[in-house]
């Protein structure tokens, strides 16, 4: 069963890079240069990659239990886009984030 709960968590992470290498490549000034960007590219592939693990996670993790858990990606990106593109983050993103993170670890209890 823990290759399954490792499937989700690297579902995760590379969901969380893809996202990452997305927002990297984000500053072209069109849509075909962003495109043919390599941190598009490869953020892509790693999107691609994402969803394979997840299918595979899927497999054995209940979807009500595996689905949620991929929100924590939502939290982690909020707070690596604040330390690599200095984005805002406030007093009401950290409740957020502590809601989302909360809410997983209660999903998961049950």
Same mark, same amino acid.
């Given at each position: 069963?823990?290759?399954?709960?490792?499937?989700?968590?690297?579902?995760?992470?590379?969901?969380?890079?893809?996202?990452?290498?997305? *927002?990297?490549?984000?500053?072209?000034?069109?849509?075909?240069?962003?495109?043919?960007?390599?941190?598009?590219?490869?953020?892509?592939?790693?999107?691609?990659?994402?969803?394979?693990?997840?299918?595979?996670?899927?497999? *054995?993790?209940?979807?009500?239990?595996?689905?949620?858990?991929?929100?924590?990606?939502?939290?982690?990106?909020?707070?690596?886009?604040?330390?690599?593109?200095?984005?805002?983050?406030?007093?009401? *993103?950290?409740?957020?984030?502590?809601?989302?993170?909360?809410?997983?670890?209660?999903?998961?209890?049950?």
């Amino acid at each position: 069963m823990w290759l399954f709960y490792a499937a989700l968590a690297g579902g995760i992470v590379t969901g969380i890079g893809g996202q990452i290498l997305l *927002k990297a490549g984000a500053d072209s000034e069109t849509i075909v240069q962003q495109l043919l960007r390599p941190q598009t590219i490869v953020g892509l592939m790693l999107y691609g990659m994402a969803a394979f693990l997840y299918i595979i996670a899927l497999r *054995k993790i209940p979807v009500s239990v595996a689905f949620p858990s991929v929100s924590l990606s939502y939290a982690i990106v909020a707070v690596v886009g604040y330390l690599l593109f200095n984005e805002p983050f406030g007093l009401l *993103k950290i409740a957020g984030l502590v809601l989302i993170v909360a809410g997983v670890w209660l999903i998961n209890q049950g």
